[in-house]
């Protein structure tokens, strides 16, 4: 095992309207994409399309979308470790105009504790708060392992205050600064606070604000993707966390500053495809965003 990433993971299923259809209507969808889905099980795929395939603990059901799930995954070489679960948890998708509207169908009702693993040639740990037992139990053993530990905060969860002490690089998001009613500048004064060597909140189109160590906190601007090129902003993000994981890894020597301009150019390579696999980027793909794309205003 090279890396271990736990959350929540949905089949997600996106399409390209101009409206949603009420009561008795009917329309016709412009165009759509079947693909895996959740922040850490995107940020896994992620990790594996650079070249660095993760382990993944997530819920699965017996039912044909967890069948799909685990057939995507032996594609990209991924290991699923599954804790069951009734049903399958889906998401329907509606980007519009740089924003995307969501409706989620989940099961996280766990018939079962979570797996017991070995984490012998584990170099990363990546968690989004899901199934937060499983996230805990595993930070703890990785920090205590010298085993570098990520956390997306894309939301508050049931232990974030707790699992936040065991977490390495915190890269949180601006509905988690709303949600705890800090700043920018408040949350990563919290997340220094809490132990994290790295913090920082992403700013969506803007960038992000950051620090490492004690450094004082720093913005990276976002590179800026034509508006005429921006197809999908959903799973930007996770691929951004999938992006600074896999560089952090492959190339321990660079600095943070690198790994996150790294990973803001997969994003940028993400926005301007339909669905998770397709915004997919290979380290090529990177390289071109960050030649041919420049800093966002």
């Excluded at 949600?179 to 803007?206: D, I, P, Y």
């Excluded at 943070?256 to 090529?284: I, K």
């Amino acid at each position: 095992m090279e890396a271990l990433f736990i959350g929540q993971a949905y089949i997600d299923i996106t399409f390209l309207t101009d409206r949603i259809p009420m009561g008795d209507e009917k329309t016709i969808a412009d165009d759509y994409s079947v693909s895996f889905g959740g922040n850490a099980v995107t940020a896994a795929f992620a990790c594996s399309k650079l070249g660095l395939s993760p382990d993944i603990i997530c819920q699965m059901a017996d039912d044909w979308l967890s069948r799909m799930l685990r057939e995507m995954a032996y594609r990209y070489g991924i290991t699923i470790h599954s804790r069951k679960v009734k049903e399958a948890s889906l998401s329907f998708i509606m980007p519009n105009d740089g924003k995307r509207a969501i409706v989620r169908c989940r099961d996280d009702d766990y018939l079962h504790p979570f797996p017991n693993l070995n984490l012998d040639g584990c170099r990363g740990l990546h968690l989004d708060g899901h199934m937060a037992d499983a996230a805990l139990h595993y930070a703890k053993i990785c920090r205590e392992s010298g085993i570098l530990t990520s956390l997306d905060g894309g939301a508050v969860r049931s232990n974030t205050d707790e699992l936040l002490e065991f977490i390495d690089v915190a890269v949180v998001s601006e509905r988690m600064c709303e949600q705890m009613r800090v700043s920018q500048t408040g949350m990563l004064e919290l997340l220094r606070a809490k132990g994290c060597k790295v913090g920082g909140v992403t700013l969506g189109e803007r960038g992000l604000v950051w620090y490492e160590g004690d450094e004082a906190p720093r913005w990276m601007p976002a590179l800026s993707v034509p508006s005429d090129k921006v197809i999908d902003t959903n799973g930007a993000g996770d691929v951004f966390h999938g992006a600074y994981m896999y560089s952090a890894m492959a190339r321990p020597e660079e600095s943070w500053e690198e790994h996150f301009a790294f990973a803001r150019a997969a994003s940028a390579h993400a926005v301007q495809h339909l669905g998770n696999e397709d915004s997919l980027p290979t380290v090529a793909d990177i390289e071109f965003s960050r030649k041919n794309f420049s800093d966002a205003a």
